[in-house]
């Protein structure tokens, strides 16, 4: 499957922004998508997942109650709305994908389709 993110700028701290990723060549609700970002000299670390159905969630703790993720079947693609943006918030942003149903999978060797990444910029 090909993954393609979009969505990404420059706001000030207590904004919101939009995160998408479209995914084509392949049946999309059969894979668990996830949204990972990484920040300059810093691992990439989990942000939220979702699985085929839309119905289950994961986040990390340092978004829990601002960023809430979901998906479109009809369009075959994921969204990150982010809410209440923190200047800790500024990171490159991949979608991930892997076919399964499992959504305790957080860790990044997990997944096996990205994308390339879009750029958020939080100033205050």
């Known amino acids: 499957v090909q993954l393609q993110a979009s969505g990404g700028g420059l706001v000030q701290a207590g904004d919101s922004l939009r995160l998408s990723c479209a995914a084509s060549?392949?049946?999309?609700?059969?894979?668990?998508m996830a949204w990972f970002r990484q920040a300059p000299g810093k691992e990439r670390e989990f942000v939220a997942n979702?699985?085929?159905?839309?119905?289950?969630?994961t986040y990390a703790d340092s978004v829990k109650g601002r960023f809430t993720m979901s998906r479109d079947n009809t369009k075959n693609t994921v969204y990150l709305q982010m809410n209440s943006l923190k200047l800790g918030d500024t990171a490159v942003y991949y979608c991930?994908?892997?076919?399964?149903?499992?959504?305790?999978?957080?860790?990044?060797?997990?997944?096996?389709?990205w994308g390339q990444g879009t750029q958020v910029t939080v100033s205050s």
């Open positions: 991930a994908a892997f076919r399964g149903a499992y959504i305790g999978r957080t860790s990044a060797n997990g997944y096996d389709y």
């Open positions: 060549g392949g049946i999309f609700l059969t894979y668990v």
């Open positions: 979702i699985n085929g159905s839309g119905v289950r969630k």
